[in-house]
T-cell receptor
């Protein structure tokens, strides 16, 4: 079946601009996660959704970052007033959501964001 | 706070040799432990995970890992490396009822002829 998909695969923007990154989870997965991976680092947690609600947003670095999942499926990560330090690969993952701490998280290929 | 340490950012082995990738964790409670592999231009793929029960966990592609509570370790091994194993490997932990994964910095495995 189809895995987690993310669009766009690459996004180049200018400092100060607004960007939206989209994630389509595996059908039927109620849990959805966003991570950020900087060069040479492991992924860092940003936010976790269970259904439509953000169950844990403790990883969002500041109020320029926001994510939504209005219908409990597709999610959009929104970054306002982008800064060069936001450049990274943004990863989305989904899981069944039955017991989230042990469920396998399935990752998408990521969106590479470059802020010039 | 929990953290994951992967010793060795780069590991090189000959084809057919033993693969050993090290992972140590710090956690105030027993964690759930995961190994993911990332091939070039691909998403992270789960190799194996430890939740409860048997401490020796077998995963895909011939990999296995052993949870050693006394050593706070979860090292990844494979008896015989193959060229197709060349990739970046990440160890991760998830503690208790939390759902977020905390990843190590990764180990890049190179396999030479």
């Amino acid at each position: 079946g189809a895995g987690v998909s993310q669009t766009p695969s690459n996004k180049v923007t200018e400092k100060g601009k607004y960007v939206e990154l989209r994630c389509d989870p595996i059908s039927g997965h109620t849990a959805l996660y966003w991570y950020r991976q900087s060069l040479g680092q492991g992924p860092e947690f940003l936010i976790y959704f269970q259904g439509t609600g953000a169950a844990d947003d403790s990883g969002l670095p500041n109020d320029r970052f926001f994510a939504v999942r209005p219908e409990g499926s597709v999610s959009t990560l929104k970054i306002q007033r982008t800064e060069r330090g936001d450049s990274a690969v943004y990863l989305c993952a989904s899981s069944l959501g039955i017991r989230s701490s042990t469920d396998t998280q399935y990752f998408g290929p990521g969106t590479r964001l470059t802020v010039l | 706070a929990q953290s994951v340490t992967q010793l060795g950012s780069h590991v090189s082995v000959s084809e057919g040799a033993l693969v050993l990738l090290r992972c140590n964790y710090s956690s105030s409670v027993p964690p759930y432990l995961f190994w993911y592999v990332q091939y070039p231009n691909q998403g992270l793929q789960l190799l194996l995970k430890y939740t409860t029960g048997a401490t020796l966990v077998k995963g895909i592609n011939g990999f296995e890992a052993e949870f050693k509570k006394s050593e706070t370790s979860f090292h990844l091994t494979k008896p015989s490396a193959h060229m197709s194993d060349a990739a970046e490997y990440f160890c991760a932990v998830c503690r208790g009822t939390a759902s977020k994964l905390t990843f190590g910095t990764g180990t890049r495995l190179q396999v030479t002829l």
